[in-house]
Nanobody, 119 residues
Framework: QVQLVESGGGLVQPGGSLRLSCAAS????????MGWYRQAPGKQRELVAA???????NYGDSVKGRFTISRDNAKNTVYLQMNSLKPEDTAVYFC?????????????WGQGPQVTVSS
């Protein structure tokens, strides 16, 4: 079975940092693009960051320069380091795994921890 187990969410003050982790099992991790998406109440899901199996990265415009995505293939884990957090970063953050070739068949999601940025 495919599982994406996320951790690292919580409450942080503006300007603070959090690190999210997503540990994958049941997939051949090194042939999947891993990503983070987020969804705030009343808003559509948006891309936060993605990293391909070759470690190419893409970031949503709103997080460029503040967030960093990375992956550790030996641990089947993708990370999202979030710095300089703003209240508008408050959302549920979903880990995503998509097969590099067969994305129509293999597209998996984690449960989505809450990140709240507030004073």
């Amino acid at each position: 079975q495919v599982q994406l187990v996320e951790s690292g969410g919580g409450l942080v003050q503006p300007g603070g940092s959090l690190r999210l982790s997503c540990a994958a099992s049941g997939i051949t991790f090194n042939i999947y693009t891993m990503g983070w998406y987020r969804q705030a109440p009343g808003k559509q899901r948006e891309l936060v960051a993605a990293i391909t199996s070759s470690s190419s990265t893409n970031y949503g415009d709103s997080v460029k320069g503040r967030f960093t995505i990375s992956r550790d293939n030996a641990k089947n884990t993708v990370y999202l380091q979030m710095n300089s957090l703003k209240p508008e970063d408050t959302a549920v953050y979903f880990c995503n795994a998509r097969h590099d070739v067969y994305s129509d068949y293999a597209d998996y999601w984690g449960q989505g921890p809450q990140v709240t940025v507030s004073s």
